[in-house]
C-alpha cells in the first residue's frame, strides 16, 4: 500500500505506476485546463486532486496503449496483472468502481466444481481444484480452506436432491441420487483434487454420526458426506491486491474506474469519464472486452454486436443469526436442488450466507434479490435445519448479480456450462482486434488471465516472460500460515497498535497490514466513534491509496461494514466527514454521497436506514438497520 505524498501547490498522491510526482502534477494541470467543461472548477491551488482522478487523468493524457482491457472485474483485473508482468503497456477501465459487478455478487466460494464432472466437464474440473489449491497458497489471507458437508436425503423423492448427477442425469429431467453414486462422484473428486495428498479425503458417513456431529441437521436425512473446498473472505479486497500487483509492475500499467467504453471508431474506442462526463478517445492494438455479463452491451456499443451472453442472476442473503451460526458447526452446507440450482448455508465472519437462485436475467432490468428468491431461502434452510427458526429480521444485507454465462437456449440455468472462451475478431473500424470473455468463475480467475494474456501476447507477437504460477498476491506473500508464525508476526507489529489490532490489521490486508500500520502511525488516530473495527486514520488511507471516488465504494467495497450489517446513518455520516477534504467535496457532494449510498443501500441490498434522520458527525451509536419487509 503506498502512502499519501502533497505536492506544493496541489495535494497529489503517490499512484503507483503513474510517473514521477512532477509528471502527475503536469499531467493533471494540463488536464483541468483542457476539461474547462469538466465539474473541476475550482482555483488549482485549492483542487483537491485525488488518487483516481489522477489516473484518469494519466489515462485521458496519453490516450493509446497496446491493450486497453474494458471492465475491472476479477477476470479484467487478473488479466491487467498478467499482462503487466509481462511488460505489456496495457490500460484496464471500469465504468463503475472496480469489482462492482458479478464479481461482487460470489457465493465466496473457492471451489473444484464437484457438480460439473458429472457434465463431463473435467478440464473444467481440474482446473478449478488446482487453482483452488493453489489460491489457498498464494491469496492465504483471504482465501481458506472450508469442510463442506451434503445432506444426503437419498430415499426421499422431496424437493431437495442430491448435489451430483453424476451418470445418471438427461436433460430437464430430475433423477434421485443416491449414496453409492455420491460416494463414486466424491471418489472421483479425491483423484482430481487432492493436491498430492495434502487435501483430506472426503468422509461419509450414517445417519447417526452425522446427527452426532451436526446436530441440528434434519435428522430424516440418511447420510452426510463431507469434503474440503475453500472460502474467500474478502473478495473485493482480493481483487483489489491483484490489481495493486499489476500497477506495481511499472508506468506501462494504467488503470482507471468510472471510465466507460462508450463506442469505437477508426482513432479508437471512446472513453467517457463517468464522474466528469468527459469523452476522448483510446488507441490500442487489441482491445479486451471482460465487461462479464454486459460483454455483448459493450460489444453493441462498440460496433461489434454479439450474442455470447446468457447470464443468470443469483442472490444470496446474509444473515445475523447465532443459532443457524451454530448449527453449520462451521462448515459450508452444500447441496444442489433438483433443478441443478445450488443451495449453500456456511459461515462468513460470524454471519451466515445462504444462496443462491438461477434466474434467467433481462440486462436492462435492475439486479436485485426479490421477495420471492428470500421465501425459497427459508424455504430451503427450514428443509435442512428444521429446528432453527429463521425470519426477515435476521437478514442483514442481501445481494444478487448475473453469472456472466454463455448463451444457452433452451438449457436449463442451472446446468449451464461455468467453463470459459475467448472470442476473437478483427475489430474493423481500425486495425487491431477485438477479444471477448464469455464465461469465467471467480475459482479460475488467474489461470482464465494466464489463457486470455497469452492470446493477446500471440497477437502483438511478444513472449511469456514471468508466470503467474504460484506468485503470491499482495498481502498474502509471507503471511503467516501457522499459530506460531501468526503470533510472531503480531509481537513484531504489535508495538505501535497494539497486538490486537496488529491481529486484526492483518486478517484485513494480510502482509500488507505492516504498510497500514506504518501510516497510522505517522499521527494521531482515534477509532470511528461508530464503528471501533476501524480507524479514522485506516479510512483515510482507503481514501487516499485505494482509488475511492464514492462513499459507496468504502461502504460496500473497501469495507465490509454493510455486507455484515453494522451501517448506520451515524457512521455513514462519519466515513463521509473522513473522506470528503480528501476527496473534495463540498458540502452539497458530501450530502448527496450520503443520500446516495442510503439509496443503493435501500433499492439493492434492503438495508433500510432512517431516512429522517439528521446525520450525525460525532455521537451515540446509531440502531441496528431494519430491513425492508415489503
Ligand atoms: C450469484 C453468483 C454467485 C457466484 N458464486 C461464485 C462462487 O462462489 N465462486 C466462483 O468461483 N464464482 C462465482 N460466481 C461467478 C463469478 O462471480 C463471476 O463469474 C466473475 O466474478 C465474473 O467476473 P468478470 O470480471 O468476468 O465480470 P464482472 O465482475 O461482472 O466485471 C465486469 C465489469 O465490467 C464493467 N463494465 C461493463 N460495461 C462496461 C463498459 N462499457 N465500460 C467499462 N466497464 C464496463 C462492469 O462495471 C463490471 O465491473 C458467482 C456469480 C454470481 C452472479
Not at 465490509?560 to 455520516?573: E, N
Amino acid at each position: 500500500m503506498c502512502h499519501p505524498r502533497q505536492a506544493e501547490d496541489t495535494k497529489t498522491f503517490t499512484v503507483k505506476g503513474i510517473g514521477t510526482e512532477k509528471e502527475k502534477a503536469m499531467t493533471m494541470r494540463s488536464h483541468i485546463a483542457r476539461s474547462q467543461k469538466t465539474s473541476i472548477q475550482a482555483p488549482l491551488s485549492t483542487v483537491p486532486l485525488s488518487q483516481s482522478a489522477l489516473a484518469q487523468a494519466a489515462v485521458r493524457d496519453r490516450p493509446n496503449a497496446r491493450v486497453l482491457i474494458i471492465g475491472a472485474g476479477i477476470n479484467g483485473i487478473a488479466t491487467f496483472r498478467d499482462l503487466a508482468l509481462q511488460g505489456v503497456d496495457v490500460t484496464i477501465v471500469d465504468r463503475g468502481d472496480y469489482v462492482s459487478g458479478a464479481s461482487a455478487a460470489s457465493s465466496h466460494m473457492i471451489h473444484g466444481g464437484v457438480r460439473y464432472l458429472e457434465n463431463g466437464e473435467f478440464r473444467l474440473v481440474q482446473e478449478s481444484v488446482e487453482e483452488r489449491n493453489s489460491l489457498i497458497k498464494i491469496a492465504p489471507h483471504y482465501v481458506k480452506p472450508l469442510k463442506t458437508t451434503v445432506p444426503i436425503f437419498s430415499t426421499f423423492s422431496g424437493i431437495v436432491a442430491a448435489p451430483l448427477r453424476f451418470l445418471t442425469h438427461r436433460q430437464g429431467v430430475h433423477t434421485e441420487r443416491g449414496a453409492l453414486l455420491i460416494k463414486v462422484g466424491l471418489m472421483l473428486y479425491d483423484s482430481f483434487s487432492r493436491d498430492g495428498g495434502t487435501v483430506p479425503r472426503h468422509e461419509f458417513r450414517g445417519r447417526k454420526e452425522s446427527l452426532r456431529q451436526l446436530p441440528e441437521l434434519n435428522d430424516h436425512l440418511k447420510y452426510t458426506a463431507t469434503y474440503f473446498d475453500a472460502s474467500m473472505h474478502d473478495p473485493e479486497r482480493l481483487a483489489l491486491d491483484v490489481l495493486r500487483d499489476g500497477l506495481d509492475a511499472g508506468p506501462h500499467a494504467r488503470s482507471a474506474n468510472y471510465i466507460e467504453a462508450v463506442g469505437m471508431d477508426a482513432e479508437g474506442v471512446h472513453l467517457r469519464n463517468t464522474v466528469t462526463g468527459e469523452t476522448f478517445a483510446f488507441a490500442a492494438d487489441v482491445v479486451v472486452n471482460t465487461s462479464g455479463p454486459w460483454t455483448d452491451v459493450t460489444n453493441d456499443a462498440l460496433g461489434q454486436r454479439s450474442s455470447f451472453m446468457g447470464g443468470t442472476k443469483g442472490s444470496h442473503i446474509v444473515l445475523d443469526h447465532p443459532g443457524l451460526l451454530a448449527a453449520t458447526g462451521g462448515r459450508e452446507i452444500f447441496f444442489e436442488h433438483e433443478d441443478g440450482r445450488i443451495v449453500l448455508i456456511y459461515p462468513l465472519d460470524g454471519r451466515v450466507l445462504v444462496g443462491t437462485t438461477d434466474l434467467e436475467h433481462d440486462m436492462s432490468q435492475p439486479i436485485r434479490c426479490t421477495e420471492e428468491e428470500v421465501d425459497y431461502f427459508f424455504e430451503l434452510v427450514a428443509y435442512v435445519f428444521p429446528r432453527v427458526a429463521v425470519d426477515r429480521s435476521h437478514i442483514v444485507f442481501r445481494f444478487a448479480g448475473v453469472r456472466p454465462l454463455p448463451n444457452h437456449d433452451d438449457e436449463q440455468p442451472g446446468f449451464v456450462s461455468r467453463d470459459y472462451r475467448i472470442e476473437s475478431r478483427p475489430i474493423g473500424a481500425r486495425p487491431g482486434f477485438i477479444l471477448s470473455l464469455v464465461g469465467g468463475k471467480w475459482t479460475t480467475f488467474r489461470a482464465l488471465a494466464e489463457h486470455l494474456s497469452n492470446d493477446v501476447l500471440a497477437l502483438l507477437g511478444a513472449q511469456r516472460r514471468v508466470s503467474t504460477v504460484g506468485l503470491a498476491i499482495g498481502g498474502g506473500r509471507n503471511f503467516p500460515t501457522t499459530d506460531a508464525e501468526h503470533q510472531v508476526w503480531v509481537v513484531a507489529h504489535g508495538e505501535e497498535v497494539g497486538q490486537k489490532r496488529a491481529g486484526q490489521l492483518l486478517a484485513r490486508y494480510g502482509t500488507r497490514a505492516s504498510d497500514v500500520i506504518e501510516f497510522l502511525g505517522e499521527e494521531p488516530d482515534a477509532p470511528l466513534s461508530n464503528n471501533a473495527a476501524y480507524t479514522r486514520r485506516e479510512i483515510e488511507l482507503l481514501a487516499q491509496t485505494e482509488f475511492v471516488v464514492h462513499l459507496s465504494d468504502v461502504v460496500l467495497r473497501r469495507t465490509s461494514i454493510a455486507f455484515k450489517g453494522g451501517m448506520t446513518m451515524a457512521l455513514l455520516g462519519e466515513l463521509a466527514d473522513v473522506l470528503a477534504p480528501i476527496l473534495g467535496w463540498s458540502a452539497s457532494d458530501r450530502a448527496s454521497e450520503v443520500d446516495s449510498i442510503v439509496a443503493t443501500l435501500r433499492d439493492d441490498h434492503s438495508v433500510v436506514l432512517p431516512k429522517a434522520q439528521p446525520v450525525i458527525r460525532k455521537g451515540p451509536i446509531a440502531p441496528t438497520p431494519s430491513l425492508s419487509a415489503a
